[in-house]
Structure formats: structure tokens, C-alpha cells
T-cell receptor, first 114, second 114 residues
Framework: AQSVSQHNHHVILSEAASLELGCNYSYGGTVNLFWYVQYPGQHLQLLLKYFSGDPLVKGIKGFEAEFIKSKFSFNLRKPSVQWSDTAEYFC????????????FGTGTRLLVSP | DTGVSQDPRHKITKRGQNVTFRCDPI?????LYWYRQTLGQGPEFLTY????????KSRLLSDRFSAERPKGSFSTLEIQRTEQGDSAMYLCASSWDVTQETQYFGPGTRLLVL
């Protein structure tokens, strides 16, 4: 079955530490890739997206992600996290199967300590 | 605020009762999606409308669930004879049918079935 895996369920970092959150998907065809963020008490917001072209995409708030097709991965990175990055991060994949749904990972809860 | 809105934001009901949720998409978005999110999980796709036509339904959507989008604008999701397992956050998203389609999410309706 088509699925999305986020291996880190909880991550705790100190401010200024570097962040990398993993995302892998199981589908061999064309994909569109997304990272969404949910800050405490707020709704899901788009952080960044990849459709085609340069596999390194930049999003809001200094986040970036790299699509590695051979590894079926779309890892999220930030060189220096801030306390305000405390949130839950979801990787989502649209698999070009003719269906429009997004398949989400289980999410990674990030806590940044000041 | 011109984002996706959902009403109510919270609903507590007793097992066996019927509930109805409403979603107002971003204006002029012709696609509308319903997802369900339970604790510790990412959103799971339920159903999708293009204008007023319901084009996709997940097998998660049992016969107790029904969704409508009668005029191609707002949508309703009804759950009949609620069960405790229906307790979840119900999310609505909308998008515009373009090549690089991005889904924008509402704040969700949190349902608790006692």
C-alpha cells in the first residue's frame, strides 16, 4: 500500500541546533511532496512543497527540503532552530495515481528548548 | 480572514446521536477535501469534491458518513449514529484545480463521542 513514513516521532533540540526530519514514501511513480507545520493551537500550514525541477526547495522561516528520488525521501532541514519552531511537522505526498488525496505521515513533534 | 473555515470548532455528543459539520472553502477554490485525524496520527483522507461532484471516497467512510457540497461552495459532513471510535479531529481543505495544486487546511472540528 502507498504510505508515508516519518521515523522521528519526537525530537527535542536546543535553540541554534540543526534540524533534520526524515520522510520516506512508498510509491514508484511521479509524486508531489509537501511539508506542513502545525503550531500549538493552530491549524495545518504549508511550509514548503516540491512539484518538479530543483530537488532542493526552500520554504518559509528558513526551512528547506531535499527530494532524493532514488531514496524515495523528502527530508526537512533547518540549520538553526528557534524556540518558535516548536510544532508538529507533517510530511505529505500526492501520488500521481489519478486520485487527488494527500497521504500523510504520522508527524514529528519538535520541541525546541530556549 | 479568507482562509478555510469550519464550524463548529468543537462538538461533544453522546453515542448514537447524529452530528453535522460545515466547511467553507477559500472562495473560488473548486476542490474540497475532508480528512480525519486521530491522536498521534497524520490526517487520513475521507472524501473529495470537485465543484458539487463527489469524486473520491475512502473506505474509511462507512455508510454512517455522508458528505455533500450541493452548490459547489460549502460542504457538510454528517455522521449518523455516532460511535466512540468516531472521536477525532475532522479537517477540511480546499484547492484550486491547477497543475501545481496545493491544499489549504481549515482549523478542524474536534469531535468527542461519549
Amino acid at each position: 500500500a502507498q504510505s508515508v513514513s516519518q521515523h522521528n516521532h519526537h525530537v527535542i533540540l536546543s535553540e541554534a541546533a540543526s534540524l533534520e526530519l526524515g520522510c520516506n514514501y512508498s510509491y514508484g511513480g511521479t509524486v508531489n511532496l509537501f511539508w506542513y507545520v502545525q503550531y500549538p493551537g493552530q491549524h495545518l500550514q504549508l511550509l514548503l512543497k516540491y512539484f518538479s525541477g530543483d530537488p532542493l526547495v526552500k520554504g518559509i522561516k528558513g526551512f528547506e527540503a531535499e527530494f532524493i528520488k532514488s531514496k524515495f525521501s523528502f527530508n526537512l532541514r533547518k540549520p538553526s532552530v528557534q524556540w518558535s519552531d516548536t510544532a508538529e511537522y507533517f510530511c505529505a505526498v500526492h501520488m500521481n495515481t489519478g486520485f487527488q488525496k494527500l497521504v500523510f505521515g504520522t508527524g514529528t513533534r519538535l520541541l525546541v528548548s530556549p | 480572514d479568507t482562509g478555510v473555515s469550519q464550524d463548529p470548532r468543537h462538538k461533544i455528543t453522546k453515542r448514537g446521536q447524529n452530528v453535522t459539520f460545515r466547511c467553507d472553502p477559500i472562495s473560488e477554490h473548486n476542490r474540497l477535501y475532508w480528512y480525519r485525524q486521530t491522536l498521534g496520527q497524520g490526517p487520513e483522507f475521507l472524501t473529495y469534491f470537485q465543484n458539487e461532484a463527489q469524486l473520491e471516497k475512502s473506505r474509511l467512510l462507512s455508510d454512517r458518513f455522508s458528505a455533500e457540497r450541493p452548490k459547489g461552495s460549502f460542504s457538510t459532513l454528517e455522521i449518523q449514529r455516532t460511535e466512540q471510535g468516531d472521536s477525532a479531529m475532522y479537517l477540511c481543505a480546499s484547492s484550486w484545480d491547477v497543475t501545481q495544486e496545493t491544499q489549504y487546511f481549515g482549523p478542524g472540528t474536534r469531535l468527542l463521542v461519549l
